[in-house]
C-alpha cells in the first residue's frame, strides 16, 4: 500500500484541483477582477500556512541556504505568473478551453527536463505525452465550435488561450524548481516559502494595475477562500507532496486529468455542454495519464533494481 500512496495523493489533489476553475468562474461572476482573486487565493493560503510551517518547520526556514532561499524566490514568482495568466483566462475564454490548455505544461516540462537534467523519456511515456497533447487539441478544437451556455467577462477567446498557455509554462517552471528544493526542504517550508512569495508578487502587481482587495460581495470571498483551502492548500500541496516520491514529467502529467474534473463540473454547475469531439479529448487525456503511469512504475522498479544489482567497489578503487 506504501508505494501506492504518491499516486493516491497525486489522484486527490487533481480532484480537489478542478473546482478550481468552477469557483473562479463563480467569482468572477461576482465582479471580482482575476488578479484580487489571484492575489486572495495565495494570500489567505499563506495566512493560513504561516503559523503551521513556522511551528512545525521553523528550523528549517531559518536554516534556510541562500541559495534555496533564491530557488524558492523563483518558484514563487513563476507561481505568480500561472495564476495571474490562468484566472484571467478565465474572464476571456471557456472553462473546457482555459484548464486544458493551461494543462499542456507536461509537454514544456518533457523538453526542459531533457535539456537541463538529461532525463529521457521511456516509449510509454512518449506515447501518454502525445495522447494528452491530441486529446488537449481536440478538446480546443471542439470547443471553439460550441457556444457555451455561460458567457465569460469578455469573449476574447484567443487572447484567453495565450494566457492560459503562459500559465502553463510558467507552471512548468515552478514544477521543475519545485524537484530541486523539495529534494532539500521539507514540504511545509516549502509551500510556505513559494505559496508566500507568489503572494507578495500578486500583491504588488494588484496595487500597481489600481485593483482593490475589498469592497465586492460576501459570497466572492467565500469562493475565494474556497479556493485558498480546497485547490490551493490541498490540491497544490498534494502536487508538492508527490514531487519528492516522483519525477515532475510524470506529475505533471497527472495533473492533466483536471480538465477531465472541470469539464464534468462545468457541465452540471455552469451548463457548459460536452461535444461528441470533447469527449473523445477527455478520454484520449485519460489514456496518456494511464500510460505515464504505467511509465514511471516502470522506471522507479528499473531504478530500484539496478541499485540493488550494483557491486560495490572497494576503497581507493578510483
Given at each position: 500500500m506504501k508505494r501506492f500512496l504518491p499516486f493516491l495523493v497525486l489522484a486527490g489533489g487533481i480532484l480537489v484541483a478542478s473546482t478550481a476553475a468552477i469557483l473562479i468562474r463563480l467569482a468572477q461572476q461576482e465582479g471580482m477582477p482575476s488578479m484580487t482573486i489571484a492575489t486572495g487565493r495565495l494570500l489567505v493560503a499563506s495566512l493560513i500556512l504561516t503559523p503551521l510551517a513556522w511551528a512545525r518547520a521553523g528550523d528549517d526556514l531559518r536554516q534556510l541556504s541562500r541559495r534555496d532561499l533564491l530557488l524558492g524566490l523563483v518558484a514563487g514568482f513563476f507561481l505568480a505568473v500561472h495564476f495571474a495568466a490562468w484566472i484571467s483566462s478565465l474572464g476571456f475564454t471557456s472553462v473546457a478551453s482555459s484548464v486544458a490548455l493551461v494543462a499542456t505544461n507536461p509537454l514544456w516540462v518533457a523538453i526542459a527536463s531533457y535539456f537541463l537534467f538529461r532525463e529521457r523519456l521511456g516509449v510509454l511515456a512518449l506515447v501518454g505525452i502525445g495522447l494528452t497533447f491530441a486529446g488537449t487539441i481536440l478538446i480546443l478544437v471542439s470547443d471553439s465550435r460550441v457556444e457555451t451556455a455561460v458567457a465569460v467577462q469578455h469573449s476574447a477567446p484567443t487572447l484567453g488561450n495565450l494566457l492560459a498557455l503562459l500559465g502553463a509554462i510558467a507552471a512548468s517552471g515552478y514544477f521543475l524548481i519545485g524537484r530541486d528544493v523539495r529534494a532539500r526542504l521539507s514540504l511545509l517550508a516549502y509551500i510556505w516559502l513559494v505559496y508566500s512569495s507568489a503572494a507578495v508578487f500578486l500583491l504588488v502587481a494588484t496595487l500597481l494595475a489600481g485593483l482593490s482587495l475589498t469592497g465586492y460581495s460576501l459570497?466572492?470571498?467565500?469562493?475565494?477562500?474556497?479556493?485558498?483551502?480546497?485547490?490551493?492548500?490541498?490540491?497544490?500541496?498534494?502536487?508538492?507532496?508527490?514531487?519528492?516520491?516522483l519525477s515532475a514529467t510524470f506529475v505533471a502529467i497527472a495533473i492533466l486529468g483536471e480538465p477531465v474534473g472541470s469539464a464534468i463540473l462545468a457541465f452540471i454547475l455552469l451548463q457548459e455542454s460536452?461535444?461528441?469531439?470533447?469527449?473523445?479529448?477527455?478520454?484520449?487525456?485519460?489514456?496518456?495519464?494511464?500510460?505515464?503511469a504505467v511509465s514511471e512504475r516502470?522506471?522507479?522498479?528499473?531504478?530500484?533494481?539496478t541499485a540493488v544489482a550494483a557491486p560495490i567497489e572497494p576503497s581507493g578503487s578510483r
Amino acid at each position: 500500500m506504501k508505494r501506492f500512496l504518491p499516486f493516491l495523493v497525486l489522484a486527490g489533489g487533481i480532484l480537489v484541483a478542478s473546482t478550481a476553475a468552477i469557483l473562479i468562474r463563480l467569482a468572477q461572476q461576482e465582479g471580482m477582477p482575476s488578479m484580487t482573486i489571484a492575489t486572495g487565493r495565495l494570500l489567505v493560503a499563506s495566512l493560513i500556512l504561516t503559523p503551521l510551517a513556522w511551528a512545525r518547520a521553523g528550523d528549517d526556514l531559518r536554516q534556510l541556504s541562500r541559495r534555496d532561499l533564491l530557488l524558492g524566490l523563483v518558484a514563487g514568482f513563476f507561481l505568480a505568473v500561472h495564476f495571474a495568466a490562468w484566472i484571467s483566462s478565465l474572464g476571456f475564454t471557456s472553462v473546457a478551453s482555459s484548464v486544458a490548455l493551461v494543462a499542456t505544461n507536461p509537454l514544456w516540462v518533457a523538453i526542459a527536463s531533457y535539456f537541463l537534467f538529461r532525463e529521457r523519456l521511456g516509449v510509454l511515456a512518449l506515447v501518454g505525452i502525445g495522447l494528452t497533447f491530441a486529446g488537449t487539441i481536440l478538446i480546443l478544437v471542439s470547443d471553439s465550435r460550441v457556444e457555451t451556455a455561460v458567457a465569460v467577462q469578455h469573449s476574447a477567446p484567443t487572447l484567453g488561450n495565450l494566457l492560459a498557455l503562459l500559465g502553463a509554462i510558467a507552471a512548468s517552471g515552478y514544477f521543475l524548481i519545485g524537484r530541486d528544493v523539495r529534494a532539500r526542504l521539507s514540504l511545509l517550508a516549502y509551500i510556505w516559502l513559494v505559496y508566500s512569495s507568489a503572494a507578495v508578487f500578486l500583491l504588488v502587481a494588484t496595487l500597481l494595475a489600481g485593483l482593490s482587495l475589498t469592497g465586492y460581495s460576501l459570497l466572492a470571498y467565500l469562493f475565494v477562500i474556497g479556493l485558498a483551502v480546497g485547490p490551493q492548500l490541498l490540491g497544490h500541496t498534494a502536487f508538492n507532496w508527490s514531487l519528492r516520491y516522483l519525477s515532475a514529467t510524470f506529475v505533471a502529467i497527472a495533473i492533466l486529468g483536471e480538465p477531465v474534473g472541470s469539464a464534468i463540473l462545468a457541465f452540471i454547475l455552469l451548463q457548459e455542454s460536452v461535444a461528441g469531439l470533447q469527449l473523445v479529448g477527455l478520454i484520449l487525456l485519460l489514456l496518456g495519464i494511464y500510460l505515464a503511469a504505467v511509465s514511471e512504475r516502470k522506471r522507479k522498479k528499473v531504478a530500484a533494481e539496478t541499485a540493488v544489482a550494483a557491486p560495490i567497489e572497494p576503497s581507493g578503487s578510483r
